[in-house]
């Protein structure tokens, strides 16, 4: 399917991949809108591929509305929502403040939910919802619990949605490595990959609107990998993320460099 002319409407749009997938499909011929909590920001994004920029706190049923709202009486009836807002709070589970890490919940997961629950009743038919989940929820690992557990939810809730909803509504979730965006700031890559770049899961989002998939692992190349990890014995799965240095990436990090991301959470 043709990207050009629909409506889409992508959440935490203001900057990395949210940002970056509203200028790839923009110049795909989509009218887009994003929603942030910095409003500003996302205005100012917005301005840059002729989009709409809107405040939107995901975490507030109230607000996602009124964003919907916004968005259908600017641009028309909604095509496609990209829920793609997300925070990371890393760090051992007993040393990180618990309201931080609960807080991913709200954003991660209740977050998802309620964009998917808003829009719904509102989408043309042949819609689209695209939940950016991560390899986290397949692959976790030490320092990031909470964080993987959000990401697996939204991945088990964009496979159980899309069997409730198709064929009127489909449902697809975006699996992204490292990327290279502001919740990797202070952290190591893993020494099998490299980071990716936002562009590249903008890429895998366009690709799902052409052609519907229910998965996208980005970069591709780690769809087996992460099939092949839940199926590896423990002790090989312990072995492997302390030779890789998946096991301290989010344990051993520079808080200094990280400061600045964590305060905006």
Known sequence: ???SGKVIAITGGAQG???ATARALSSAGAKVAVGDLDATLAAESARTYGGLGLKLDVSDAASF???????????GGID???NNAGIMVIGRMLETPLDAQLKQLDVNLRGVILGCHAVVPRMRPGGQIINIASLAGKIPTPGSAVYSATKAGVLALSE??????????RVSAVLPAFTNTRLIDGTTTPRLTSAIAPEQVADAVVGLIEKYKPIATVPPSLAVSSVQWGLMPQRLRRWMGNKTGMNTMFTEYDHAARAAYEKST
């Open 1 to 3: 399917m043709s990207v």
């Open 17 to 19: 991949i949210g940002a």
């Open 65 to 75: 509305a009124a964003f919907l709202d916004q968005v259908e009486e600017q641009l």
């Open 80 to 82: 496609v929502l990209v």
């Open 160 to 169: 159980a949605l899309d069997a409730e909803l198709a064929p009127r509504v």
